[in-house]
């Protein structure tokens, strides 16, 4: 089965403080998401890397950044966390066979990030 | 961009089926359809996914029309631990660059 492990599942930051929260998958896909869920907006694509080091901006990239150093890893960055930050963030993997975004995304389990 | 909509939540009865339609009106020739279910505290779970027609597998069955304007999930036989969030994905690579659209999900309460 595929694996996608967060770092943590609960972390609570200070406004401004810079934030890491790091991705691993264990199935060698070319494909990595993250996406924050907040209540009554559903899931919304933050960033997406279909390759190391590259990436491209989902529906809301502002105020983060992500980076893919290794295949198996997709961090994402708040440079400066708000308040407005505060929210469930989950990161997704898929394999590359064709169907572009259409691939089955695995999630793994959310991090619950408190920003105060 | 290819928006979704579906019902905020449904109630249902053990042992009953339920559907559960997503509208997606601008849905893309490339675009494929995927549900996801989720329980609390844990990321989406894969269900199934289809391009046109019917496709079942072992725990649910996806409805998709000939415009492919919506889709319907079925859950037959529904128990108390299918009590979940149901997301309807949109997405595919296509020629004005990359989109990939959930709902904002239906919150399913199955009940004895």
């Not at chain 1, 943590?8 to 990595?32: A, I, P, W």
């Not at chain 1, 960033?47 to 961090?75: A, C, L, Q």
């Not at chain 2, 849905?27 to 079942?56: E, H, L, M």
């Amino acid at each position: 089965d595929v694996k996608v492990t967060q770092s943590s599942r609960y972390l609570v930051k200070r406004t401004g403080e810079k934030v890491f929260l790091e991705c691993v998958q264990d199935m060698d896909h070319e494909n990595m998401f993250w996406y924050r869920q907040d209540p009554g907006l559903g899931l919304r694509l933050i960033y997406f890397s279909y390759d190391v080091k590259m990436k491209e901006k989902g529906d809301i990239p502002e105020g983060y950044s992500v980076s893919r150093e290794k295949k198996e890893r997709f961090s994402l960055i708040l440079e400066s966390a708000s308040t407005n930050q505060t929210s469930m963030y989950l990161c997704a993997s898929t394999q590359n066979s064709g169907r572009g975004l259409g691939e089955t995304q695995y999630f793994g389990p959310g991090t619950r990030l408190l920003v105060l | 961009l290819a928006k979704t909509t579906q019902p905020i939540s449904m109630d249902s009865y053990e042992g009953q089926e339920v559907n559960i339609t997503c509208s997606h009106n601008n849905i893309a020739t490339n675009d494929y359809i995927t549900w996801y279910q989720q329980f609390p505290s844990q990321g989406p779970r894969f269900i199934i996914q289809g391009y046109k027609t019917k496709v079942t597998n072992e725990v649910a069955s996806l409805f998709i029309p000939a415009d492919r304007k919506s889709s319907t999930l079925s859950l037959p036989r529904v128990s108390l631990s299918d009590t979940a969030v149901y997301y309807c994905l949109v997405g595919g690579l296509t020629g004005g660059g990359n989109k990939l659209t959930f709902g904002t999900g239906t919150q399913l309460k199955v009940e004895l």
